[in-house]
């Protein structure tokens, strides 16, 4: 953003909202200074460079989130960190799934809930799962975690032995928040971004926050009795700020720890039988428009 577009954006926003305009206005003027500041960070590691045979992303997932919730799971008792390639799950993807990795990604499975996956879906994968396109829930306003453990366990049955990898990626702990919703009714309808500008209680959002992380949780233990694999490895694309160093929520290219700093549990799972998952092609795939799913998902 040049300094002429900063002044028209700040001066639209301040006769929009008055305080709360310029307030943000500042606040994504300071995001710009964040990211050329990047060069001076370490870079973060790409998953395919860690060893997994399931890969469970959690999106926007903060470290000291699933720190809280740990003991109540079994399944994280091996917790570590990693260092995301990214802040966004967009630019996640394509360093991801990049062109160098392309053998790796031959030989998985991608099954995703995530609004960007469209970006990598002529990767060459084994299959390709963009449950967004037809998982989508008015209601809930996002993809339910159930329909995504439904999805992963019907294709890693199907699909047995003729993979190595698999990611399954969840949309939660991101907002909005299915066993606890929370929201604003203003521009800043975000909750983060409400929350940046001053508005909304700090404890009432993160109480929603773990609800929604231990909700995604509690699937994710149904996924690990229904599916096999050696290593399983719990993580995220990437973290969310709640006003470290002026970030909120997660903007693209800022490379400060609390949304650069992922969870990175591994355990192991096995195929138990214990659920029999719900055939998604007979549920409603949700009607609303793009544009109302973005907003839903905090994007406009």
């Given at each position: 953003?040049?300094?002429?577009?900063?002044?028209?954006?700040?001066?639209?926003?301040?006769?929009?909202?008055?305080?709360?305009?310029?307030?943000?206005?500042?606040?994504?003027?300071?995001?710009?200074?964040?990211?050329?500041?990047?060069?001076?960070?370490?870079?973060?590691?790409?998953?395919?460079?860690?060893?997994?045979?399931?890969?469970?992303?959690?999106?926007?997932?903060?470290?000291?989130?699933?720190?809280?919730?740990?003991?109540?799971?079994?399944?994280?008792?091996?917790?570590?960190?990693?260092?995301?390639?990214?802040?966004?799950?967009?630019?996640?993807?394509?360093?991801?799934?990049?062109?160098?990795?392309s053998d790796e990604i031959e030989n998985t499975v991608y099954v995703t809930a995530n609004q960007h996956s469209s970006?990598?879906?002529?990767?060459?994968?084994?299959?390709?799962?963009?449950?967004?396109?037809?998982?989508?829930?008015?209601?809930?306003?996002?993809?339910?975690?159930?329909?995504?453990?439904?999805?992963?366990?019907?294709?890693?049955?199907?699909?047995?032995?003729?993979?190595?990898?698999?990611?399954?990626?969840?949309?939660?702990?991101?907002?909005?928040?299915?066993?606890?919703?929370?929201?604003?009714?203003?521009?800043?309808?975000?909750?983060?971004?409400?929350?940046?500008?001053?508005?909304?209680?700090?404890?009432?959002?993160?109480?929603?926050?773990?609800?929604?992380?231990?909700?995604?949780?509690?699937?994710?233990?149904?996924?690990?009795?229904?599916?096999?694999?050696?290593?399983?490895?719990?993580?995220?694309?990437?973290?969310?700020?709640?006003?470290?160093?002026?970030?909120?929520?997660?903007?693209?290219?800022?490379?400060?720890?609390?949304?650069?700093?992922?969870?990175?549990?591994?355990?192991?799972?096995?195929?138990?039988?214990?659920?029999?998952?719900?055939?998604?092609?007979?549920?409603?795939?949700?009607?609303?428009?793009?544009?109302?799913?973005?907003?839903?998902?905090?994007?406009?």
């Amino acid at each position: 953003m040049s300094f002429r577009d900063f002044l028209h954006t700040t001066r639209e926003w301040t006769d929009e909202e008055g305080l709360l305009g310029l307030k943000y206005a500042i606040n994504q003027a300071w995001m710009g200074v964040l990211r050329r500041s990047s060069p001076l960070f370490e870079d973060g590691t790409n998953v395919y460079e860690e060893d997994w045979d399931l890969l469970l992303i959690l999106d926007a997932c903060r470290v000291d989130a699933i720190e809280e919730v740990a003991d109540e799971y079994s399944f994280l008792n091996a917790p570590g960190t990693m260092r995301s390639v990214a802040s966004t799950s967009i630019e996640w993807m394509e360093k991801t799934f990049a062109d160098e990795y392309s053998d790796e990604i031959e030989n998985t499975v991608y099954v995703t809930a995530n609004q960007h996956s469209s970006s990598v879906k002529d990767r060459p994968f084994v299959d390709f799962e963009n449950v967004y396109d037809y998982g989508w829930d008015d209601e809930a306003g996002t993809v339910r975690a159930e329909v995504i453990t439904d999805v992963s366990i019907e294709v890693g049955r199907e699909y047995g032995d003729e993979y190595d990898r698999m990611i399954v990626h969840y949309m939660q702990p991101h907002f909005p928040s299915i066993p606890k919703p929370i929201g604003h009714g203003n521009k800043f309808d975000n909750v983060w971004k409400g929350l940046m500008v001053g508005r909304g209680d700090e404890n009432e959002i993160w109480e929603s926050y773990i609800a929604n992380l231990r909700y995604v949780l509690n699937q994710v233990e149904v996924l690990l009795e229904n599916i096999d694999a050696d290593t399983v490895a719990i993580s995220a694309d990437h973290g969310n700020g709640i006003g470290e160093w002026g970030v909120y929520e997660h903007p693209v290219g800022i490379p400060t720890a609390a949304v650069k700093t992922v969870p990175w549990y591994v355990t192991n799972a096995t195929d138990e039988g214990t659920r029999d998952p719900e055939d998604i092609s007979t549920t409603d795939a949700g009607t609303t428009s793009p544009e109302q799913r973005l907003k839903s998902l905090g994007y406009l």
